[in-house]
């Protein structure tokens, strides 16, 4: 086993490597501090995670006893990751740290990552060098400002500055008695490739009257003026615009994706969790007999998992099904298709006028219909398929229970994906929380259950997906576009 420090870029989840997020899955302990990305941290899930951050005024962790945990660690034989922010070379003392585990004779390797230097300059549009503006560039520390040869660094084209937001003002008359031209641009990235990213430019006197906001990089040269425009992240449709997914994010990755690639920053606020049915008596007994069913309904990618979860566990597999197959919405159908079974009816909605219509060309007559799903209220959809002469049955696959989140998350937006979304929410949350969030429905169902609770959503999906929830809110931010 070796010790890895890995660096885990400026927030972006995406930005993080490869390698990182191989090691941060496999860890059995991950040492952290604060500007560790949260999500990088939940790629780490079986492991246990230590915090062993330090902020301005609170140097609780002292280097070599970070040092000297990683040594400890790693003598009890587990996999051990050190994750920093950004890139561990760079301003993340992970020279120090290194050094003690070489002095110990403690195997290492070190996982570049994208350094907050590198992120908020693409994302802020301030390219580093440019052949008009800067062939030189430094990346200096604004911490102890005393510290800086400032002769040395004030002729340099480009000038990056770290722990320099406090500071600047300090940073700023320094370079300019250094002989920098206070007219010089200057720019200052807070939150580099988070939602909450923020450039302020101007130039370094402009800069230092002014209030920056902690954690930012600072850019001092030509360069800082291209923000305004190459400043591509920031211009993003849903910039600066938090939405709170009542859904485990690990099951809408693809929607955690969407709303990020339009700038949004995504939080993840689950208010279902799937567990076991009460009994798997039901589904087992239908398993058992699965030659005899016409058709199959699934209505959620959770009940598909659930069913494909007992199919392997039982003597049966795929072969015995002879049904045609009936998935309710996309997400649903993809469950299957993963499974490489092909959908022949794929109604919008589970509401009966919905499946009623897609089944209208098929013969019902006598044929045996299988539900399984969530056993939750009592719905319409069964009698409309035994109006159409079907034998139905339905057994409970999945339950969806109310998980321990805690209170909701500071954000502009929450969405609901189901009737149990908005219920559990309200288990979760004191009833006059709700006020605090425009709210995203995904369709009639589930804004019936919003207003049931007097809750009026602000945008309801048409479609009735996640694309529609997430164009809904497109639409109400850009209604011309
Ligand atoms: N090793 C890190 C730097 C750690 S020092 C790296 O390579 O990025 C901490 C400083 O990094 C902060 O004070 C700030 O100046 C900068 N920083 C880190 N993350 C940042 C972010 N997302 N946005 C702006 N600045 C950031």
């Known amino acids: 086993m070796k010790v890895y420090l890995v660096g885990s870029g400026p ?9 990182a997020k191989r090691l941060l899955e496999s860890a059995d302990i991950v040492l952290y501090d604060h500007l560790s990305s949260p999500e990088a941290l939940r790629l780490a899930r079986g492991a246990e995670k230590i915090y062993v951050g330090k902020r301005r005024d609170d140097h609780s962790f002292p280097q070599d006893e970070i040092g000297q945990m ?16 950004g890139d561990p070379y760079v301003f993340g003392r992970g020279g120090e740290e290194c050094e003690a585990l070489a002095a110990a004779g403690v195997p290492f390797e070190v996982v570049p990552g994208i350094s907050a230097a590198i992120g908020a300059a693409a994302y802020a549009g301030i390219p580093l ?111 600066g615009v938090s939405v709170a997914l009542t859904r485990p994010l690990a099951q809408s990755p693809d929607t955690a994706q969407k709303f990020a690639a339009l700038g949004a920053k995504v939080i993840e606020y689950p208010t279902i969790e799937i ?10 007994r239908a398993i058992g007999e699965l030659e005899k069913f016409d058709w199959l309904i699934f209505t959620s990618a959770n009940a598909v998992q659930a069913f494909a979860k007992r199919l392997a566990v039982s003597p049966h597999d795929l072969r015995s099904l002879r049904a045609k197959l009936c998935a309710v919405g996309p997400m649903t159908r993809k469950a299957l298709t993963d499974m490489h079974l ?23 007559q ?102 529609g929830v997430l164009d809904a809110i497109l639409h109400y931010h850009h209604p011309q576009g």
């Open 70 to 85: 990683l040594i400890e660690h790693w003598k009890t034989g587990k996999h051990v990751v050190r994750l920093k922010g």
């Open 129 to 239: 060098t440019h052949r008009d503006y800067a062939s030189s560039v430094a990346f200096v520390t604004g911490h102890h400002p005393a510290a800086i040869d400032w002769p040395k660094v004030a002729g340099v084209d480009t000038l990056v500055i770290f722990m320099g937001a406090f500071h600047f003002p300090e940073l700023a008359a320094a370079l300019i008695a250094a002989g920098r031209a206070a007219d010089t641009p200057a720019a200052a990235v807070s939150w580099a490739t988070r939602g909450e990213q923020r450039t302020v430019t101007g130039t370094i006197a402009s800069l230092a009257a002014q209030k920056i906001a902690s954690p930012a990089i600072l850019y001092i040269g030509g360069v800082a003026a291209l923000s305004e425009r190459l400043n591509w992240f920031e211009k993003l449709p849903l910039h």
């Open 342 to 364: 092909k959908v022949d009816v794929l109604p919008a909605e589970y509401v009966a006028e919905s499946i009623a219509a897609a089944l209208a060309s098929h013969p019902m």
């Open 275 to 284: 567990s076991d049915p009460f009994s798997f008596d039901p589904l087992d």
């Open 11 to 19: 927030g972006d989840p995406e930005l993080l490597t490869v390698k």
């Open 366 to 467: 006598g044929q045996q219909v299988l539900i399984p799903r969530a056993a939750i209220a009592r719905d319409t959809v069964p009698d409309a398929l035994r109006a159409m002469g079907a034998i139905v049955t339905i057994v409970e696959a999945y339950r969806t229970i109310v998980p321990a989140s805690g209170p909701a998350p500071e954000a502009d937006w929450i969405t609901f994906t189901s009737s149990s979304t908005v219920k559990n929410f309200l288990a979760l949350n004191e009833p006059d929380v709700i006020s605090r969030y425009k709210t995203a429905s995904i369709g009639p169902i589930t804004t019936e259950t919003m207003r049931m609770h007097g809750i009026e959503p602000t945008v309801e999906a048409n479609p009735h997906t996640t694309q």
